[in-house]
């Protein structure tokens, strides 16, 4: 017979360290839960700061660049290429500017208006998360534009442009994920088109899409029921 397994000094002892392993999984459960919940309220602050009304702006400011830039390539005739190229220039920065602040300006009111933090750890992780894929991009326009592939910059910045969307989705709203999507579906398509259907799509995609975007954020996080 064997007495070695019913010591009651051992059954006690594997008694004891059973309940330290319950309790050890149940601490463990625990955290993870906190994690998780504190995960989501991070998340959940990202999103009602976001505007989108900011988006909506966004768009306008694209649209209206791509209006001017359509005029210029392919109505005025009467711009020499070296000062058209400049005037491009400008007006992409003007665009990218025109639209940052009002991405920023309509987040910042928001996130006052709820009395939620606008700088944050997440905010940080969100921009973090856009841009390197961003600056990464931007080497291969720069390169296209050394090699003079200017057929490629407009179908490119809406691919990289979806890509940092993204991944930057994760923490901002789902919406910005399909968003994303979208912007390099259209990237993608302009690619096998010409010149003047890329600067369409690239309108679409910075222009119209951003618009409703930044409509259905606003009905369903900003609007008063």
């Keep these: 017979m064997n007495t070695k397994n019913n010591n009651p000094k051992r059954i006690e002892k594997n008694r004891e360290e059973g309940e330290v392993l319950e309790n050890n999984s149940t601490t463990f459960e625990k955290i993870q839960e906190l994690r998780d919940i504190l995960k989501i309220m ?11 009304l900011g988006g ?15 005029y210029w390539l392919y109505f005025d005739n009467n ?8 005037k491009l220039w400008l007006l992409a920065a003007a665009t990218f500017v025109g639209a940052f602040l009002c991405v920023s300006l309509f987040s910042y009111l928001r996130s006052k208006k709820l009395q939620v ?3 944050s750890s997440v905010t940080r992780r ?10 990464a991009g931007s080497f291969i326009i720069l390169w296209g534009l050394n090699q003079q592939l ?9 691919i990289i442009y979806g890509i940092a969307v993204f991944c930057g989705s994760r923490y901002s709203t789902d919406e910005a994920r399909y ?17 003047c259907c890329g600067l369409l799509l690239w309108a679409v995609g910075f222009g119209v899409m951003h618009i409703v975007y930044g409509s259905f954020v606003w009905y369903r996080y900003e609007r008063k029921k």
């Design 42 to 52: 991070e998340r959940s602050v990202t999103c009602v700061s976001l505007s989108g």
């Design 79 to 86: 711009v020499p290429p070296a000062v058209l190229q400049h």
């Design 56 to 70: 909506i702006f966004a768009g306008v400011c694209a649209l209206v660049g791509a209006s001017f830039a359509g």
């Design 150 to 158: 200017y057929i490629l910059l407009l179908p490119a910045s809406l």
């Design 126 to 135: 969100l921009i973090t998360h856009i841009a390197l894929p961003f600056i």
């Design 117 to 119: 933090p606008f700088w």
């Design 179 to 195: 968003l994303g999507m979208v912007e390099m579906f259209l990237g993608c398509v302009a690619i096998w088109l010409p010149a």
